[in-house]
């Protein structure tokens, strides 16, 4: 009943820009979603026909704006084919088939996650940053987002990077967090950080005692102790 209340569910899943095609983790995410049929909204095929559909619509609109002559035409036809989406941003597709997940962002990301380095000013990360502005606007108060922006782990992701990377993410949600108090200060949001399932359980604690140094943790206060000074 979760899915008719005023908080919904969210899910970061990190694709290429071609909607339709079907390889990794889009492909593990497709074959979960027919594991049951929806019966709110569209099948996940029909969903992602529809997204193709509206973006080649854009894509004309934009293009012969600039259309000046037959070459130009030929050009836009070609671009229809082979439409896809710029890195850092998002599409959405809802669900009412899976666990604890209303709304899928999936933000669209390219190589440059393997970089040693990644800059706050990055188009991956600023796509993060309006997936979580979009979500608290939609009533989507439960986020779950991978912390290194990563499936699984890889010979490169040594110590340092998988710091860096965690420390950029965690910045960039408390950013938004702090944003976000300041529109309205009673909503709550839960924001559930994810890691690849092979990760080594050193590294797991050192990112997980990362987050006291960088969010604020609320203690509490014992009056009794006080009371006895």
């Known amino acids: 009943m979760s899915l008719y209340s005023q908080s919904l569910s969210g899910l970061v899943l990190l694709v290429d820009n071609r909607i339709n095609s079907y390889t990794g983790i889009k492909k593990e995410f497709a074959s979960i979603c027919q594991r049951s049929t929806d019966f709110h909204f569209p099948d996940l095929d029909k969903q992602f026909c529809m997204i193709q559909q509206n973006l080649e619509e854009r894509q004309k609109k934009k293009l012969a704006e600039k259309k000046t002559d037959k070459v130009a035409e030929t050009k836009t036809d070609e671009a229809f084919k082979t439409s896809t989406i710029e890195t ?122 990362m987050l006291p140094s960088i969010f604020r943790v609320s203690r509490t206060l014992d009056l009794q102790d006080l009371s006895r000074k």
């Not at 992701?157 to 408390?174: D, F, I, N, P, Q």
């Not at 092979?198 to 050192?206: A, G, Q, R």
Request: aromatic letters at 8%.
């Open 88 to 209: 850092g941003n998002f599409y959405i597709t809802r669900h009412s088939n899976l666990s604890q997940v209303h709304v899928v962002f999936h933000l669209v990301v390219d190589d440059s996650l393997k970089e040693p380095t990644l800059g706050a000013r990055n188009a991956i990360v600023s796509g993060l940053r309006n997936v979580l502005h979009t979500a608290s606007r939609q009533n989507v108060h439960t986020i779950t987002l991978p912390v290194l922006l990563a499936e699984e782990m890889t010979e490169d992701m040594t110590v340092s990077w998988c710091t860096r990377r965690a420390e950029l993410v965690l910045k960039c949600v408390k950013g938004f967090m702090m944003e976000c108090a300041s529109w309205s200060g009673s909503e709550s949001f839960n924001i559930q950080f994810v890691l690849p399932k092979d990760i080594s359980s050193d590294m797991f604690h050192t990112l997980s005692n």
